[in-house]
Structure formats: structure tokens, C-alpha cells
């Protein structure tokens, strides 16, 4: 079975811009989770999403959003990019929500603001 | 704010040593579960551990958990080139939504 997918796998923006990042989780899977890895830093809970809802927000600006698609894939959009959000962009999935299931990660975006 | 903390932030060692990462936490916790990362890679899924076990063992992994003092460690035994990488350990938390927060990781080189 294939695993979690990442489109695209890099991507430049300047900063104003908006960026659209896209996760196709593994099948039967039906929670996504998105993170932002800073170089050096662990992994930081942006959300997760379970049968097309939120189930879990953490402590970024509202420029950041996203939503779950009928077939659970998703979508994380950033508005008003700025140099800080330069980042890796990981999205992980599992087959529930919560935090007794083992999470399975893509490879990430590597986003760079310039 | 991450509630996980790794110790040490490095470490390097001779393949066939044993590893150990600890890995400290802030609040009450369901389970906690160990991650490694290589390079420029996602995260791969190592290990998880109930709050109601104090040791859990896969292959050549051994996590124990003091739930007591907030802590659980990580220990690789005859290491190999291959487990250079980074390691995280990640909690649950499920104030006000559910959250995973991550430590900042041990980053282990092993020498061939």
C-alpha cells in the first residue's frame, strides 16, 4: 500500500503570498494531522482533522487553515506568508483520532519565504 | 510551547554501544510514543507505551515510562550506522481539542 503523500515536495513563495500544501494519507486512514518542523526543532502541531472535521487546533495565527476532503485527504492553507513560515510542512496519518494510534508521515514540504 | 523535552540534544557513539534518550513531559499523559526522523525525511513510528506500563520492548528498542516523574527513556541496544538519525518523543494532550506535542529530540550519530 502506498504511504502517506506530500504535494509538492518544494516549494518557494515570497512572503504576502499564499500557499496551498496537499496530503493524500494512507488508504483506510480516515485522521490527518498537519506539523511544522522548524531546522533543528521538533515537530509542531499545526491540526488534526477526523470524518472532515477539526478535532484539535495548535497555538498558530488564524493565516493558517485547513480542511478534509470526502475522501480524507487534505489541505493546509497559509495566507499573508511570512519569512518565519519558512519551514517543513509534515502531514501524518491514522486510522482514528486521538492519541493512542500510531501515526504514519509523509516527507513533508519543504517551503522557503524569500 | 513543546512539552516534550529530549536529553541529551546529541549524542555520539561506536556501533555494537547501547543508546539511551531520555525524555521528560509537563502534564498527565494517556501513552507515550517515541518517533524517529533521518535526514530531510517524515517521521517513522517506533514505539508506544500506555500510561498503566513501565516497559515496553520491540526488537532492539526498550522504553521505559515513570509516570511518577514525568519521564520515559529510550534505549537502543547494539547500535548500528543505520540508527543515525533524530528521535522524538510525542505526548497527547486533550485540553481544549486534541493536540500531539513534540519534544526537540535527541539527535544520535552512531560511528561505523
Known sequence: ??????????????????????????????????????????????????????????NFPDRFSARQFPNYSSELNVNALLL???????????HRTGGTQPQHFGDGTRLSIL | SQQGEEDPQALSIQEGENATMNCSYKTSIN??????????????HLILIRSNEREKHSGR???????????????????????????????????????????????LFVKA
Open chain 1, 1 to 58: 500500500d502506498a504511504g502517506v503523500t506530500q504535494s509538492p515536495t518544494h516549494l518557494i513563495k515570497t512572503r504576502g503570498q499564499h500557499v496551498t500544501l496537499r496530503c493524500s494519507p494512507i488508504s483506510g486512514h480516515k485522521s490527518v494531522s498537519w506539523y511544522q518542523q522548524v531546522l533543528g526543532q521538533g515537530p509542531q502541531f499545526i491540526f488534526q482533522y477526523y470524518e472532515k472535521e477539526e478535532r484539535g487546533r495548535g
Open chain 1, 84 to 94: 518565519g513560515d519558512s519551514a517543513l510542512y509534515l502531514c501524518a496519518s491514522s
Open chain 2, 31 to 44: 501513552n507515550l510514543q517515541w518517533y524517529r526522523q533521518n535526514s530531510g525525511r517524515g517521521l517513522v
Open chain 2, 61 to 107: 528498542l526498550r522504553v521505559t515510562l515513570d509516570t511518577s516523574k514525568k519521564s520515559s527513556s529510550l534505549l537502543i541496544t547494539a547500535s548500528r550506522a543505520a540508527d543515525t538519525a533524530s528521535y522524538f518523543c510525542a505526548t497527547d494532550a486533550e485540553t481544549g481539542g486534541f493536540k500531539t506535542i513534540f519534544g526537540a529530540g535527541t539527535r
